[in-house]
């Protein structure tokens, strides 16, 4: 049932007379905007019953001509390059942050105020303070306010995440995580906002980092403190803009020591200077009575260790297993046979379709901006690490 008190009656869908549709207004059309768009489009191809129907309907962009090309390719009913005027209408409920870092607390402040739904794409903000901010003003309302925070919704790692909660590991006892790219490998890559930090918020670590901390966080729990090495290797880059070249103030590889609450030691990195990587978020869990691993380079697996079954001569059955994860999504999801292998693309589609679930029935689970506020604790932490070279307390984002 829906939310009546948010979305009232008439956005029930029934089998007598077709609901009116929820208003997305989408903030950014680069590549995440278009990925956001994307999803929006696959949902009735994806998921039999849809939760509610989404409408796409305004999208905000930096210039008139990209707003033009984004009604054209995607169908959204008007542009404009003002994100207000997404805001302040009636007939969009959604709103989507998918610009640079530096326009994400301005909006989400807007747009929390205006009592919209909220899908932000990481991270939360550019700094902690403003993250706080956010935080603070999202309690106060009754709107859901979700992270895009897609690769906890892999068939493998929603999986990974059951087998946790069943106590398949035991007690955790260490743990490698990384999120490697090769990007900026080459030295004669332009200056970007992403390697400014007054428009960043941080390098590597704010880029990926936040991606595989909250992985992690989902599986393990809370984070109590972090030891971070934070190092820039390309410390200048050509600006197209003067001719020259700007100095880069942001890390290109973060190593970070951890402990988790519960106990547990590890190390988490980002880099974007993983020569020979892709897209390579991987991690390695091992605990008492077993483990377990994922690299996103092989999405469809999920490798176990299951350290309960008996030694044997030659082996017995003990040994890693692969379990067949694919795009073995559970209903609503409907597109057709689920032993087909699965594709980046569709971990955001489904992400999308829990933050619509959310919205349609009033239960704003996760994850959250609390999430978001979580992992802009550990990206601060780890600066302050860095820079005084020490072990850094991290604080629980609870929802205090």
Known sequence: MLNKSLLGEKYVISDMQEAPALGVGMVGYGFIGKVHTFAHRSLPLFYDPLPARTRLVGVCTATEASGQKARQQA???????????????DDIHLIHCCT??????????????????????KPLTRTLAEAEEI???????????????????VPATLRAKELVEEGFLGTVYQFRAAYLHAGYVDPNRPISWRLQMDRSGGGALMDLGVHIFDLMRHLLGEFAAVNAQLETFITRRPDPRTGGTSPVDVDDVAIVQTRTAGGAVGTIEATRLATGTQDELRFEIHGSRGAIGFNLMEPNWLTVYDNTVPEAPLGGERGPQHIECVTRYPKPYALGATKNTIGWPQFHVHCLQDFVASVASGNPGGPSFEDGLAAQRFVDACQRSAASNAWVDLPAATGE
């Open 75 to 89: 169908g959204y009913e008007f542009a404009t390059t003002d994100y207000r005027e997404l805001v302040d209408r």
């Open 100 to 121: 640079p870092n530096d326009a994400h607390h301005a909006l989400l402040k807007d747009a929390l105020r205006a009592g919209k739904h909220i899908y932000c794409d």
């Open 135 to 153: 935080a603070a003003l999202a309690r106060q309302t009754k709107a859901v306010h979700r992270m895009t925070f897609n690769y906890r919704f």
